[in-house]
């Protein structure tokens, strides 16, 4: 039976995740980006038969850049990706400025809709410790239904308070202030591999790097699909950075 005539459309259902979501949408970035770049400086215009090089010749140049820091070559190149994953994510990924250029969803000019982060089963929830010096640990079932539970409802009486102003006119820039910041977003982030390379350095955790980093694993969770993809486009310039500490150039 169809709906009374004027009756108003039914609010979606919240949806819970605990993932997210990247996909590389558009590049132009090669291991050979790094080497006509580099070589232009002691090679002029013949740098340009580097276009058509096997990089494999020249990866000994590629080490030679990452591990003395010669930046620049590694600035030559781009990657557009695709990514949906909660506001807070993106609250400490917008602090990466040089290199990056970001375009975001916005609850100004649409409805947002009501999909929510819940962490998963393997997301560690407890810090032991102090700040510089803490770690974080698995929880406990009942922490772990705790969490749950009081996410989701929080989730859904916030979204129903949208929803509510939404339905009474209010426009739409005043009611998202209600909605909380486990809320997904989605948004188009464009780099280059150096900048792509600082980002790696300090949001994801690994035993190669020479400065250990901290992240948050939301945001972790990003960079590792993130550096997936740009190591199957610049498997030389990939190597290099994780033989010289993961550090960026």
């Not at 997210?20 to 050979?32: F, G, K, M």
């Not at 901290?214 to 950075?241: D, K, N, S």
């Amino acid at each position: 039976m169809s709906d009374e005539a004027g009756s108003a459309p039914q609010a979606p259902a919240p949806q819970f995740r605990s993932d997210v979501t990247v996909e590389l949408v558009r590049s132009a970035a090669a291991d050979t980006d790094v080497i006509w770049a580099a070589r232009v400086s002691t090679a002029g215009e013949q740098s340009l038969e580097a276009l058509s090089q096997d990089p494999e010749k020249s990866k000994g140049l590629i080490n030679f850049l990452m591990r003395d820091r010669h930046g620049t070559p590694f600035e030559h190149n781009s990657m557009t990706f695709f990514i949906s994953a909660p506001i807070f994510v993106f609250r400490e990924f917008h602090r990466h400025r040089s290199g990056w250029s970001y375009n975001e969803e916005s609850g100004r000019y649409r409805e947002l809709q009501p999909v929510f982060y819940v962490p998963g089963e393997e997301r560690k929830l407890v810090q032991q410790g102090r700040p510089g010096r803490y770690e974080f640990v698995d929880g406990t079932a009942d922490q772990a239904k705790v969490v749950s539970a009081a996410m989701e409802a929080s989730y859904r009486a916030s979204y129903e308070a949208y929803q509510e102003m939404l339905a009474a006119g209010v426009a739409r820039e005043v009611a998202r202030a209600v909605l909380p910041v486990g809320l997904f977003s989605s948004m188009y982030a464009t780099c280059n591999s150096r900048s792509l390379m600082h980002f790696l350095s300090l949001r994801t955790k690994d035993e190669r790097a020479t400065v250990p980093s901290f992240p948050q694993r939301e945001i972790e969770m990003v960079a590792e699909q993130m550096e997936a993809a740009w190591a199957q486009l610049m498997p030389l310039t990939h190597a290099a950075f994780n033989a010289h500490g993961r550090v960026a150039p």
